[in-house]
């Protein structure tokens, strides 16, 4: 909590310690309607955060990232990557708790505002992504050895 004089009174600020978190079963249960709602608010806020820091600079930083990677997935690479996400996002809250431990104890000379966005989603449809039966295999070291033997 955090407290300003304001006018005669103290304001108290208060932030919320724990994210409120939607689990898969709950997830699966809620309408569609409501989950198209959510996306769009969540992606609309996003894209606002993302796109205001982009142009006040916060992916000049050398170790920011930014990356899209269209894949295609199994059902069991699919299950693999999304455990993989929910790990990557407990770990992100446990350093940001280090973090905020460190800069109490601190000037906050070191503190960086920083934003993680997350996603994992179905691609729509995409003619100029053909499926993986379609695509081209491309020669690995060993098929091109295999090649030159012919």
């Not at 996003?46 to 990232?65: I, K, Y």
């Not at 350093?95 to 505002?113: F, G, T």
Request: aromatic content about 4%; overall charge positive; some cysteine.
């Amino acid at each position: 909590m955090e407290t300003r004089p304001r006018r005669g009174a103290l304001e108290h600020y208060y932030r919320a310690e724990e994210r409120p978190v939607l689990t898969s079963e709950a997830w699966e249960k809620v309408p569609s309607i409501v989950k198209q709602a959510t996306i769009r608010a969540a992606l609309a806020q996003m894209s606002g955060h993302v796109n205001d820091a982009a142009l006040a600079g916060g992916f000049e930083r050398s170790s920011a990232h930014l990356s899209r990677s269209p894949m295609v997935l199994d059902k069991r690479g699919w299950d693999e990557l999304a455990i993989k996400f929910d790990r990557l996002l407990a770990d992100c809250e446990r350093i940001a708790a280090a973090s905020a431990q460190r800069l109490a104890a601190s000037d906050h000379a070191d503190e960086l505002r920083a934003m993680a966005v997350l996603m994992l989603f179905e691609a729509a449809p995409d003619a100029a992504q053909p499926s993986v039966a379609s695509r081209p295999r491309r020669a690995t070291r060993q098929s091109r050895a295999q090649a030159g033997r012919r």
